[in-house]
């Protein structure tokens, strides 16, 4: 009976253990899935931070680059416009914050993700996901710019993007990327050029006095035609950027002067093709382009592509006049502050100036001189030679801020190099290649004999008192065309003391 009941409790004893180690391996098991349950859910609830894209390379992208309003009525609001903001990655995005660049100064106003304001901060946009913003704009065009510009800023990872905003006022003529036919432009209201505007061949653009055009960043006028600018003494006619009020550091970061009137390269420029004929500009102001003037190549014979009198080209970071195989006849005109040069003569060609002021103090260093002539082209290793026939500077001034203000590079392979300067005021450095004392090419010069302008660095190019240009002209030259001669710039005679003055200005 005992013996039976050993056997029995080793049975129920072995039993017991393998249980208890079966147990024991469970329980084991079970911690393990416990604890990779537990790291399960840490690393899900961590990732509810850490899903949020961090990387600042990491870019929203938009619907749009500008936001257009083409016409805005004076004192009235637009009509709404909106763009949206997508996230184009696999991860959601939260953007510090959403702002205007001009702050409370804006003429615009926002609703950010159906949010009036112009202000938000940590804005979330799920994965792939988008939101729309809303913009309208306010503008007085008794007051305001003809053109009100801003900026939409995102500011996500210390990544700044921008939407630009751009709103024409109501009382303009836009021209927006267009190509004309004959017409003629008034003193009406302004015209305001964006994206350009091309004169078709063949036609003619007439301008009538006290008229206003005023050109977006990059536009150019173009003429394949004939431009005809007929502006007076009293209403001269204005071509000028579309920035007329205060500077804005969104688009000029380093300027700190108080307004736009003297900012050099804020627009292309008027370009004169090489299709264009028979053109004429009298009493306009030039301002604060590239090239003032560009005056390509002419096919003509015995016609000037361009005659211009009693003009201001002022301001203008490459060239006041860049001249390419063409023909001008000019007089009573200044053409002050340019980057490289007043006046570039590329390619040879015939060129007539007189009484013209050529005065070049441009702030920062130049080495190139304020005339500058030359009869080659160099393209891929090869020259091209051409003919300059005549370049005649007669009663002028010929001033700057360098040692040699006049430029001359003739190719040797050129036969026809013609150029002369007769009773002028010029600058020119005593160790130059220049021979100034060459009576072919420079008659009765006045040389290095400082003209004494009344303030050049407010770019008033009068004459002061003990000015050398005083009575320095001859009056032969100026009687060769007394209808455009014998009145200055400043509609004042010339011919009514000993002698004319050199230059665009008659001293009073």
Known sequence: MFFFFGKQYSKLKLVINIITKQTILLMKYVSK???????????IQSCNKDDFITDANAKLQFSKDTVFFDTVFNG???????????????????ISNIELAKGTS????????????NFAENIEIAAEDSMFIFVDVQIDTNTDNIIEEDQVVFNTNNNLQAVNLLAFGQNVHLLNDSVINSQTWTNDKPYVIFNSMALN??????????????????????????????????????????????????????????????????????????????????????????????VDSVGQENSFQLKIHNTKIEHHSYAGILAIESSIFASNCLLTDCGYYNLAITRGGSYEFYHTTFGNYWNAPRQTPAIYLNNYFKYDETIYIYQLEKAY???????GSNDTEIGIEQHEAGDIFNYTFENSIIKVDKES????????????TINNNDPLFTD????????????????????????????????????ETRISDDAPDCGCYEFK
């Not at 290649?433 to 009765?444: G, L, Q």
């Open 456 to 491: 050049y660095y407010e770019y008033n190019f009068t004459l002061q008192e003990n000015s050398s240009a005083i009575n320095s002209g001859a009056i032969e030259i100026t009687n060769l065309y007394p209808e455009y001669l014998c009145n200055d710039l400043n509609n």
């Open 393 to 399: 500077f007669g009663n002028c001034i010929i001033w």
């Open 33 to 43: 899935i416990t604890t990779l349950l537990i790291i399960v859910i840490f690393i």
């Open 433 to 444: 290649d220049i021979d100034i004392s060459d009576n072919e090419h420079f008659i009765n």
């Open 106 to 117: 804006s003429k615009y106003r926002l609703n950010i993700n159906g949010n009036p304001t």
């Open 76 to 94: 009235v609001g637009s009509a709404t416009r909106y763009f949206i903001v997508y996230n184009p990655h696999s991860s959601p995005i939260n």
């Open 201 to 294: 061949e063949n036609e003619t653009l007439n301008i009538e006095a006290g008229a206003k055009i005023y050109s977006h960043r990059d536009s150019r006028i173009i003429i394949l035609g004939t431009l005809n600018v007929n502006g007076t003494f009293d209403e001269p006619v204005i071509f000028d950027a579309d920035r007329l009020n205060g500077h804005s550091s969104i688009f000029f970061d380093n300027d700190s002067t108080d307004n736009y009137d003297d900012v050099a390269g804020q627009w292309g420029g008027i370009w004169l093709t090489k299709l264009s004929k028979n053109n004429n500009i009298n009493f306009a102001n030039i301002n604060n382009a590239v090239i003032g003037i560009q």
